[in-house]
């Protein structure tokens, strides 16, 4: 009998430093936005797993900044988004990684 492919979901809400944000997909042009007063990430709609959890993982930075006070210290818009891909394009790629090797070994 031949395995079933998992599927993921992005879980309905997400615990970011002790604050709960709602995840919501809709019709976006952008991958995704978080809302911070309304405790809110959208995701775009028809997005892979895998674009959906980069998405998510994304705007989770954004949030984490938000709540740890660092966004209201950057000059800019493009200072945060610049760090947040920092993460995303070099730090993320190597946590992924490494997770999915110490999940095979388990």
């Given at each position: 009998?031949?395995?079933?492919?998992?599927?993921?979901?992005?879980?309905?809400?997400?615990?970011?430093?002790?604050?709960?944000?709602?995840?919501?997909?809709?019709?976006?042009?952008?991958?995704?936005?978080?809302?911070?007063?309304?405790?809110?990430?959208?995701?775009?709609?028809?997005?892979?797993e895998e674009q959906q959890l980069d998405t998510l993982i994304h705007e989770v930075h954004h949030a984490a900044l938000s709540i740890s006070g660092v966004s209201?210290?950057?000059?800019?818009?493009?200072?945060?988004?610049?760090?947040?891909?920092?993460?995303?394009?070099?730090?993320?790629?190597?946590?992924?990684?490494?997770?999915?090797?110490?999940?095979?070994?388990?």
């Open positions: 009998m031949a395995k079933r492919k998992r599927i993921y979901k992005l879980p309905p809400k997400i615990l970011v430093g002790g604050m709960e944000f709602k995840i919501i997909f809709k019709d976006t042009e952008d991958y995704g936005e978080m809302h911070f007063d309304e405790k809110v990430i959208y995701i775009r709609k028809g997005l892979t209201h210290i950057l000059d800019d818009d493009n200072t945060e988004e610049a760090l947040v891909r920092l993460v995303e394009h070099m730090v993320m790629p190597i946590v992924k990684k490494e997770y999915k090797k110490f999940i095979q070994t388990q």
